[in-house]
């Protein structure tokens, strides 16, 4: 499976990232949030975690939002 960690999404972003996450609690919080609910999407993807299709669904959708969020921080967006 392809791992979707943040900093793996947007390598060139890695030091931007690294200081927010040292310097903005909120960052650091929606950070965590996307790492783990990717952590959980690869059990289920990976059949370590059970799960029906509905919820994997809603935690994708949720993983989708959180990196979006992330995102437009990380690019001064928001």
Known sequence: ???HFFLNEFPELKD???ELKASDAHFKKLYEDYNETNHQVERIEN???PADDHFLNELRMKRVKLK???YQKVKGEK
């Open 68 to 70: 979006d969020e992330l």
């Open 16 to 18: 931007k990232i690294q």
């Open 47 to 49: 059949g370590i975690e």
């Open 1 to 3: 499976m392809d791992k």
